[in-house]
């Protein structure tokens, strides 16, 4: 089954630390890109942190110095470490994925399904 499985949100005080997880399933062969996104109500979604197989990352102005992203040591799990949390930063999170999985020829983007990240003030 091709999916993306998200672990880690929750509740926390601002100032406070989480530390999300997305494990791709075996389904995928080749990851080009694994990232995280989020939406909080009423807004649109928007891009956190991704990090392409090359290892380049990316970071919304708005996480640089407080979130940093990795890959696991298989490649097929990515970690959003998430310190110095805001209640701005309050929304769900997706795992995103730009791959190919072994029953196509070509890569299309997959969405886990969300994780809520509440930070009280």
């Known amino acids: 089954q091709v999916q993306l499985v998200e672990s880690g949100g929750g509740l926390v005080q601002a100032g406070g630390s989480l530390r999300l997880s997305c494990a791709a399933s075996?389904?995928?062969?080749?990851?080009?890109?694994m990232g995280w996104y989020r939406q909080a109500p009423g807004k649109q979604r928007e891009l956190v942190a991704t990090?392409?197989?090359?290892?380049?990352?990316n970071y919304a102005d708005s996480v640089k110095d407080r979130f940093t992203i990795s890959w696991g040591d298989a490649k097929k799990t990515v970690y959003l470490q998430m310190n110095s949390l805001k209640p701005e930063d309050t929304a769900n999170y997706y795992c995103n994925a730009n791959a190919r999985t072994w029953y196509s020829s070509y890569s299309s983007d997959y969405w886990g399904q969300g994780t809520q990240v509440t930070v009280s003030v």
């Open positions: 075996e389904s995928f062969s080749r990851i080009n890109t």
């Open positions: 990090r392409s197989s090359g290892g380049t990352t």
